[in-house]
């Protein structure tokens, strides 16, 4: 598994006016995307970050660390070795998942990145999938957690909703420091 340095977060934008969102099915708000990283020596670092939808399905991804300033969680935008990087600044349109199921999600070349628009019908959890197009996979993700690995690229997110965080808390908290 490759190291992702820090803590990685990842805020997205859904879709305003989609016809999607015409029956009240809306995914937006701010997401958990606690991951677990294996460090070199077998140790597992859990790391935190967070996946905000907001209105016009624009993905925008941030790291969280603590502020030398402050000592206080703040945010920034992730780069390359993060999970989630390859969303950024890609929008999540509405569509449709390989199992034939609506969804909301980005095409990253051949593959898919894509959250679906209804729970689990059993356990209620969320759920969300990548599709690599080459070899016609489908990896579904079901609860929290879980972390897909595809070549370059790391990718994650966990439900439910947060009620506590906002895109414009993220937003007020930006590491300033250089």
Known sequence: MRRFGLFGLVIVSAMAGSAALADG???AGVYSAKHKVNITGGSNVEINGYLAIGSDGEVTAYGSRNSIKTGK????????????????????VAGTAPNGEPDYEVKLGEDTFGIFVEPD???GNFRWFYHRGADDATATVTGPEHTINTGNDSFTIT???????????IRMQRCDER
């Open 25 to 27: 099915v809306s995914i």
């Open 73 to 92: 969680e703040c945010y920034f935008l992730v780069t390359k070795s993060y999970v989630n990087y390859a969303l950024q600044g890609r929008r999540l």
């Open 121 to 123: 019908s059993k356990t």
């Open 159 to 169: 439900g439910p909703r947060l009620a506590s965080m906002s895109e414009t808390d």
